[in-house]
């Protein structure tokens, strides 16, 4: 199955859990960043009861601070 | 309404020749025009932060004739500043950004009146910051988690449009909230990170044109706001990767139980976070504080 992620084609072999996703992706912060799913948020407790499914558009969004000093 | 305020206050404006002169390139945009300018003269926009983000977004708002910019910084001029803060020089090295700040303003531009503030934005003095001038539109150009909470939930409770934005490394990203017509910062990073879980740009770098770039469209948008053009950042998240030259715009929704912005706001007082600013050195905090609130 082919998902979209930040806009790329990612292909799976199977339906993962976005807990698999993150780990699959190899992200950074992991336990930190921000997951939307077709444009809903999903909460950190539902990334590893939330499955990917084939067609579904995932972006990932990290906290940034920088800035001022 | 900051709109409505900006445009009857343009109306007791009248452009000098000079300012026709000046302001010409303005002037002859169909968006912007005589009285687009005179809404920009109107203007007043608050800056918490005169560092990578705050210096190039100042600068550009007090070319553009924005007729007060508030500048909230209670930091010094370090020598590792000057790599990407561009408002300030070698010179002011050891001196207060906000006067920095101010200095290079003025010499820029003598329309512009800048009013200074000393000292961190807190849960206490952050909605006196906001309302001493009764700002139009607040640009987020801090460091740090508790600040950007901070100036989020402030700015929903006053519902006065700000524009966050944050950098590291090659990356940036900033949206734009707009009281009633989206999402806040909240709705998209629900909760603070835990302390050291996040890199700062102490911690990690941050190459110097990265707050050129998004401090830069921090303050056009302020600009789009003021004037009624165009489609702002509310609703979108821009992520933007320099290695690639990549940007990215993310819709983001407004969440119905936000804790700030949603139906029923579980916040309903600021608070200052523990979580200690990355780069504030208390010593500093203590001296400037008492500033021109």
Known sequence: MIITVNGDNVSLTKELSLAELIAFLQLDQPDYVTLLVNDRLIYPSEHKSTYVKDGDTVEYLYYMGGGQA | ?293
Do not use: W
């Open chain 2, 1 to 293: 309404m900051s709109q409505e305020r900006i445009a009857a206050a343009a109306k007791e404006i009248r452009l000098s020749n000079p300012q026709l002169e000046r302001y010409s390139r303005h002037i002859i945009l169909n968006e912007v025009g005589g009285s687009g300018q005179k809404k920009l003269l109107a203007s007043r926009v608050l800056i918490i932060g005169a560092g990578g983000l705050g210096a190039p977004a100042a600068m550009y708002l007090a070319a553009a004739g924005v007729g007060e910019i508030g500048l909230a910084d209670y930091d010094t001029v370090d020598l590792s500043n000057l790599q990407r803060q561009i408002i300030h020089h070698t010179q002011d090295v050891g001196k207060p950004k906000a006067i920095s700040g101010q200095e290079t303003i003025q010499s820029m531009n003598p329309d512009v009146q800048v009013q200074t503030y000393r000292e961190p934005v807190r849960a206490d003095n952050i909605k006196d910051i906001i309302r001493h001038r009764e700002y139009d539109f607040i640009i987020d150009g801090t460091d740090n988690f508790p600040a950007k909470f901070l100036i989020n939930d402030a700015c929903v409770m006053l519902q006065k449009p700000f524009s966050h934005a944050g950098i590291i490394r090659f990356q940036g990203q900033t949206m734009t909230y707009l009281p009633g017509q989206g999402p806040c910062y909240r709705c998209v990073f629900r909760d603070m990170p835990p302390k050291d879980a996040i890199p700062t740009c102490r911690q990690a770098g941050v190459l110097g044109v990265m707050g050129g770039i998004i401090g830069t469209i921090q303050a056009a948008e302020a600009l789009k706001y003021i004037l009624g053009v165009g489609q702002l950042l509310n609703g979108f998240l821009l992520t933007f990767d320099a290695r690639t030259m990549t940007f990215r715009k993310v819709r983001i929704n407004q969440r119905e139980n936000c804790a700030i912005c949603g139906i029923q706001p579980s916040i309903t007082a600021l608070k200052d976070y523990e979580q200690p600013a990355c780069d504030i050195r208390q010593q500093q905090a203590q001296t400037f504080q008492g500033g021109a609130v």
